[in-house]
């Protein structure tokens, strides 16, 4: 709005309200003029950020817009490469950091002191708000608590040598640039062996001293697990005050290991973050009670399991590296008195002979979720027996009686090499615990069963989309999975190939799956099968020793690398005469004949098993059908016949031929044959016609359907009846 002039006859009070009403107009045009200029430069810095990013499409060398678009900061500022402007980002944030943190360097170790305790003390005192502290060079802390909240402390190009660091308090934690974590172990191989009973260590080199206590799970430990004094060094002979509970190999590797932490975490939202942690003396991270993120961080050459998650602690990992541990015997997790633990995107490869998760204790609400992981257990053959196996699963439920697991849920993981199976129940530890659901699902599994025994009460359990290949590698021992009575497991579209041992599979419904080249699928009388697909695999009943062992199988597919005649058949699906079941089983490629099988007398008989499928007549010796067996035949002329028992049988053969499409045949007796009697002719080709009786005068017997090729004098004929 204008302002009004100043008049002749206006007072000076009136004058001076327009003076000043003048001057707010002018700094507010000036202001807005400002603005528009800045928007200006904006928008011109802009479009040439943008032109320059359609520039850099041309490099020559380069044909992805992408990374040629990346090339272009914000600024418009070009680099000749990505990598180019990623460190010198790289460079400015870590000034940026100098700038704005607490720089350790600032707090010097005083003369009587032996580690930077002190001087972290000193410099966390001036950061009772929290903030970020910067470390640029080596420090060496142990024993510390840090109990300050919304601490962020950076190793820059520093390595943090630590032991039993405790971060207490909330959103507090460690990242780097370029820095990592080393524990305190020293280990050494044995030179020489050290028999059972004898407390005398032969080393190549060490620099072991008295104050070191040392361990190995080969034998070398007090009975409650803890490590060994140094009684006396010699030059490279070290005396221990425990002899060795069993043989320590040459070779065999020998730390100052301890059950502690490099790092542990208390506090609510703690992190770590794009670290690398090495050389723990225990547990490289352990996590008590709070919650917890850690993000890209990578653990080599520990010492024992790489962490401990306890008392109801809930960690998320991302893009994490558990690698080599020098123990033969240790895990990646070990989760007791509660772990809820998330694990994406990860790679377990420790070269070690124990689990990944290892439940023990006590539980009321355990979680374990990973997904998009790969679990490796591959040897490279640097351990001496005997722990030269490899790892034996990936998680183990050694739980007390009683206990709880809320769930177990693996989706889109790889697992390499792990001998006894993805899950187990130690067969040691048949204690009841309960389990509200396990399911792997999208996964692979290369040298893995699934497991061995779960004796737990599990209220879902569900392996969907798998493919288990165990390359012909198993060991003699069944694999698979035995499931304990109180449970049931679901087996969906799952391909399991290359078996060498025996697969039980227990308490479960089989829909959709595939066994290739497997020794034998046993199937207990618990578990039902549908639309499943034997591929060059052997199934029968389990136990087969039991009377009571039943097949449930529904909408078979047998496929074989050769013809099957019925004796192949009867090796092939094997039940015990006194068993029972459902058995619907065709050929791939090809019409199913009949099933016949030895009893233990040599009799080949069809007994107590339910067969319907494309059954056409029976082949060669089996054209004999016994008392008691139980057919269904299916053909034109009978499409409705049941399931029904054979309640007499005779037998005779033919006195004379007869050409194909005869009516009616002689016999050398018909011994009580009757009219409605199914007849099974054997043919001179060897197939078994079947059809009905429909007259009979004297030795003449007329059938329902004629002969489809020629028999000739002498061949088996079986009149039966139901």
Known sequence: ???????????????????????????????????????????????????????????????????????????????????????????????????????????PRLEIEVNDNGRLSRALDTMSDGGILLVPSNIELKNVTISTDNLIIVLLNATMKADNVVFSGNQSGITSINGKVAGYLRIYKLAESTPAGSNILFFDNHDFTTEDRLYSSYGLLNDDISPVNITNVTGNTVTVAKAASEELPAGAYIGNCAW??????????????????????????????????????TIENNGLDILRIAEGAKVNFDSCYFGYVYDPAKQSFSIVDNGYVTVTNSTFNRNNSDVEFYLQGKSTSTRIYAKKCKFIATRVGDRPAKYGQTSWAVVNLNLDVDQKVDSIILDGCEFIDYSQGVIVQPADNKNRIFINEIIIKNSTAFCTPLGTYLYAQCKNIRFEDLIIDSDNKNSSENSFVIIGSDSKAEFNRCKIKNDRSTMIIDYSTLKDCTFENCVRLMLPSTTFAYRTELINTPVTGYPNWDGNSQLNMFDTIIQHNQILTNGDIADYVNVLPLGKGIIDFRLKNGTLSGYIYHNGSGVRMIYDIIIYSEMKGLIGDDWFIPVNSKIKILSATSPNDMFKQVIDSMATITSTSAPSGASSITLAGTYGFAVGDYINILLDNNQVHTTKITELSGNVVTLQTPLPSSTSSGKGVCAYRF
Do not use: C
């Open 1 to 107: 709005m204008a302002v009004e002039k100043i008049q002749a006859t206006d007072s000076l009070n009136d004058g001076r309200i327009k003076l000043n009403a003048a001057i707010e107009q002018s700094n507010e045009a000036i202001t807005k003029a400002t603005i528009a200029d800045e928007n200006a430069s904006q928008a011109v810095t802009t479009a040439n950020s943008v032109q320059e990013q359609f520039n850099q499409v041309v490099i020559e060398g380069d044909s992805s817009v992408e990374a040629a678009q990346a090339r272009v900061s914000y600024t418009g500022t070009t680099y000749t490469t990505l990598k180019e402007r990623l460190d010198q980002e790289h460079e400015s944030l870590s000034h940026d950091m100098l700038e704005r943190g607490v720089n350790l360097d600032n707090f």
């Open 260 to 297: 502690t932490s490099a790092l542990k975490f208390t506090g609510q939202d703690n992190f770590i973050k794009d670290v690398t942690i090495e050389y723990a003396q225990g547990y490289a991270l352990e996590f008590v009670g709070g919650t917890a993120r850690v993000e890209n961080v």
